[in-house]
């Protein structure tokens, strides 16, 4: 496997019961015909195919149809992404470029976007690529023009490789997003207002616009940059071209020509030397000048978050995994990505890569920074790199998620608990509750109630000035007093107002006064099968617990279960509800 995928020099594929799905050309194809394993052609052009459906949107959006399949990339409320967030206005699907912005019309959308809210979003360039183009950035921030130290900076790119086209278009949508919505979502306004937000739509310009010159529908298949190699050949893959095992695949695991290459017409040349192209030199003096604190490369294709690092010869230290674990898993709570290493996420290791560098490279002298490589999907497009036109939005709608929680992550925020029972059985009590820190900032948090319904009054907020590490936790409680006029079986609702960095977010509680209690376990008992039927392996354990020190597990004390097994368990209790109004769990 590793040999057919070093052979054909595959960076990118997708996996479906073991066969490997890709996109190749001419040459590679005779190379796989001569390895002599078994394959399918399930397109003899991609690029065609990719063309003649974009074409079937057009006509459909020319005869007033709107209406397209629908992937759900996180259901909230039975909802899927496309009713959760609201496509920007401004935002196109373009009648050409397979449905993409080309760079001209890039640099248009950034014009019309700080034209449209000047006091929100700024453009300036970095620098220029080897063929002289701009590399445009844009900052959004409440105070655009001022450099207010105390916000975390946030650091957001496409089109690091050319052909990765959603890249591109979901930074467009990121920054449309966040200034249209920031006048009437106060969630994105309390984010705006508390984090600078550096967008930079496409890193490699000159490979994107090749592509556009070779393949105007879109499908174009050019990954570097355009540099004149001298030998005939052309471009640097930016991506192996930064200053951490730059050129370094030495005993590199999976294919290894994949993890970088000395040859010129490699899609994975690393380049004469590190930093020898001005895209890396330019990204790398911006970081320089700046304090991000995080930075979502954004890339295509496949359903992962590819983290530090990319040698296995190196790995993270405590915190840094704690850091990665909790903020991926949040991003991955809301499009199902999973996340990993570039080996266990690639099948391959990579040199010079830029996530590397931000990390534990010359950015040591302004701090670390949490860097990423979002690997975007490609939806149902049998061309690699290139999403058909009518699963863009779908497809960026499902980027804004990850985007917004890295932003969240990268100053005071926290994961809030509340820690009560359904079950309230005194009408003056106290409302528990645990916070845990899961941001990179240390700040005061503050936690009120807001009495809704059945709550006559509750006690003072409390504050708690510092939750000193990441993942530390305070626990505590605010008293209460329900209405005089309460009876069992009533309803009681409360919001829980959680304040820390300049943002607020809120969780709705509804418990039940003196409720009929049909059946309850607190899973602290010596034995689950004192109220449960057990099928197979089922048992309380102390690997977690909600509250208390045990919780009941299908796969306790880490015993994986195996692979296409049902483990099923059954309450002991008969519940009898046949009288029953509403039931609560």
Same mark, same amino acid.
């Given at each position: 496997?590793?040999?057919?995928?070093?052979?054909?020099?595959?960076?990118?594929?997708?996996?479906?019961?073991?066969?490997?799905?890709?996109?190749?050309?001419?040459?590679?194809?005779?190379?796989?015909?001569?390895?002599?394993?078994?394959?399918?052609?399930?397109?003899?052009?991609?690029?065609?195919?990719?063309?003649?459906?974009?074409?079937?949107?057009?006509?459909?959006?020319?005869?007033?149809?709107?209406?397209?399949?629908?992937?759900?990339?996180?259901?909230?409320?039975?909802?899927?992404?496309?009713?959760?967030?609201?496509?920007?206005?401004?935002?196109?699907?373009?009648?050409?470029?397979?449905?993409?912005?080309?760079?001209?019309?890039?640099?248009?959308?950034?014009?019309?976007?700080?034209?449209?809210?000047?006091?929100?979003?700024?453009?300036?360039?970095?620098?220029?690529?080897?063929?002289?183009?701009?590399?445009?950035?844009?900052?959004?921030?409440?105070?655009? #023009?001022?450099?207010?130290?105390?916000?975390?900076?946030?650091?957001?790119?496409?089109?690091?490789?050319?052909?990765?086209?959603?890249?591109?278009?979901?930074?467009?949508?990121?920054?449309?997003?966040?200034?249209?919505?920031?006048?009437?979502?106060?969630?994105?306004?309390?984010?705006?207002?508390?984090?600078?937000?550096?967008?930079?739509?496409?890193?490699?310009?000159?490979?994107?616009?090749?592509?556009? #010159?070779?393949?105007?529908?879109?499908?174009?298949?050019?990954?570097?940059?355009?540099?004149?190699?001298?030998?005939?050949?052309?471009?640097?893959?930016?991506?192996?071209?930064?200053?951490?095992?730059?050129?370094?695949?030495?005993?590199?695991?999976?294919?290894?020509?994949?993890?970088?290459?000395?040859?010129?017409?490699?899609?994975?040349?690393?380049?004469?030397?590190?930093?020898?192209?001005?895209?890396?030199?330019?990204?790398?003096?911006?970081?320089?000048?700046?304090?991000?604190?995080?930075?979502?490369?954004?890339?295509?294709?496949?359903?992962?978050?590819?983290?530090?690092?990319?040698?296995?010869?190196?790995?993270?230290?405590?915190?840094?995994?704690?850091?990665?674990?909790?903020?991926?898993?949040?991003?991955?709570?809301?499009?199902?990505?999973?996340?990993?290493?570039?080996?266990?996420?690639?099948?391959?290791?990579?040199?010079?890569?830029?996530?590397?560098?931000?990390?534990?490279?010359?950015?040591?002298?302004?701090?670390?920074?949490?860097?990423?490589?979002?690997?975007?999907?490609?939806?149902?497009? /049998?061309?690699?790199?290139?999403?058909?036109?009518?699963?863009?939005?779908?497809?960026?709608?499902?980027?804004?998620?990850?985007?917004?929680?890295?932003?969240?992550?990268?100053?005071?925020?926290?994961?809030?608990?509340?820690?009560?029972?359904?079950?309230?059985?005194?009408?003056?009590?106290?409302?528990?509750?645990?916070?845990?820190?899961?941001?990179?900032?240390?700040?005061?948090?503050?936690?009120?109630?807001?009495?809704?319904?059945?709550?006559?009054?509750?006690?003072?907020?409390?504050?708690?000035?510092?939750?000193?590490?990441?993942?530390?936790?305070?626990?505590?409680?605010?008293?209460?007093?329900?209405?005089?006029?309460?009876?069992?079986?009533?309803?009681?609702?409360?919001?829980?107002?959680?304040?820390?960095?300049?943002?607020?977010?809120?969780?709705?509680?509804?418990?039940?006064?003196?409720?009929?209690?049909?059946?309850?376990?607190?899973?602290?008992?010596?034995?689950?099968?004192?109220?449960?039927?057990?099928?197979?392996?089922?048992?309380?354990?102390?690997?977690?617990?909600?509250?208390? /020190?045990?919780?009941?597990?299908?796969?306790?004390?880490?015993?994986?279960?195996?692979?296409?097994?049902?483990?099923?368990?059954?309450?002991?209790?008969?519940?009898?509800?046949?009288?029953?109004?509403?039931?609560?769990?």
């Amino acid at each position: 496997r590793n040999d057919l995928l070093g052979i054909l020099e595959i960076d990118h594929y997708q996996e479906n019961q073991g066969t490997i799905i890709t996109q190749l050309d001419a040459k590679y194809l005779i190379k796989l015909k001569a390895f002599k394993c078994k394959y399918e052609i399930i397109s003899t052009d991609a690029v065609a195919d990719l063309e003649a459906e974009n074409n079937e949107y057009y006509n459909s959006l020319k005869n007033g149809n709107t209406n397209s399949n629908n992937r759900v990339s996180f259901e909230k409320n039975g909802q899927t992404v496309n009713n959760i967030i609201t496509t920007p206005a401004a935002f196109q699907v373009k009648p050409t470029l397979g449905g993409y912005y080309s760079f001209a019309e890039m640099n248009t959308a950034m014009d019309n976007l700080v034209a449209a809210y000047p006091t929100l979003a700024r453009k300036f360039s970095i620098g220029k690529t080897v063929e002289g183009r701009d590399m445009w950035c844009i900052k959004i921030s409440d105070n655009v #023009t001022v450099d207010d130290t105390d916000e975390p900076e946030l650091l957001f790119m496409g089109h690091h490789h050319a052909r990765e086209a959603i890249g591109g278009a979901s930074m467009i949508f990121l920054m449309q997003y966040l200034c249209e919505n920031y006048a009437t979502n106060t969630s994105i306004r309390d984010l705006v207002n508390n984090r600078e937000f550096f967008i930079i739509v496409c890193v490699n310009p000159d490979g994107w616009e090749y592509n556009r #010159t070779t393949n105007p529908n879109g499908g174009g298949d050019w990954r570097k940059n355009r540099r004149n190699n001298g030998d005939g050949t052309f471009g640097v893959d930016l991506n192996r071209n930064w200053g951490i095992d730059w050129a370094n695949c030495a005993g590199a695991k999976g294919a290894i020509s994949s993890c970088g290459s000395s040859s010129g017409s490699s899609n994975v040349y690393w380049g004469p030397a590190a930093f020898s192209e001005p895209e890396t030199v330019n990204l790398r003096n911006f970081v320089q000048s700046r304090h991000f604190a995080v930075c979502m490369d954004q890339h295509s294709v496949g359903p992962y978050y590819s983290l530090p690092f990319g040698r296995t010869t190196k790995s993270l230290n405590a915190l840094d995994n704690q850091v990665y674990t909790q903020v991926t898993s949040i991003m991955g709570k809301y499009n199902g990505m999973r996340y990993g290493n570039t080996y266990q996420t690639l099948g391959y290791e990579v040199s010079g890569g830029m996530k590397d560098w931000l990390l534990i490279g010359d950015t040591l002298n302004i701090g670390k920074v949490y860097g990423m490589t979002g690997e975007g999907s490609n939806g149902s497009s /049998t061309t690699q790199f290139w999403p058909k036109a009518a699963e863009i939005i779908t497809l960026c709608k499902g980027m804004i998620y990850q985007d917004l929680q890295i932003a969240y992550t990268a100053g005071s925020y926290v994961d809030f608990q509340d820690k009560g029972k359904i079950n309230i059985t005194n009408t003056n009590g106290k409302f528990y509750f645990n916070v845990r820190r899961i941001g990179l900032q240390n700040k005061p948090v503050t936690i009120s109630i807001i009495p809704l319904a059945n709550v006559e009054s509750v006690g003072a907020p409390i504050t708690i000035n510092s939750l000193p590490n990441f993942n530390s936790t305070y626990s505590d409680s605010i008293p209460y007093t329900l209405s005089s006029s309460i009876v069992s079986g009533n309803a009681l609702r409360f919001v829980w107002k959680i304040e820390t960095g300049g943002y607020t977010y809120y969780d709705t509680v509804t418990n039940i006064f003196n409720p009929t209690v049909l059946f309850s376990d607190n899973m602290e008992g010596s034995t689950a099968t004192t109220n449960w039927t057990i099928g197979s392996s089922w048992a309380y354990t102390n690997d977690a617990a909600y509250t208390g /020190t045990k919780s009941l597990a299908e796969s306790p004390a880490n015993a994986n279960y195996t692979n296409s097994s049902t483990r099923l368990i059954t309450c002991k209790s008969t519940l009898n509800l046949t009288t029953a109004i509403s039931a609560y769990m």
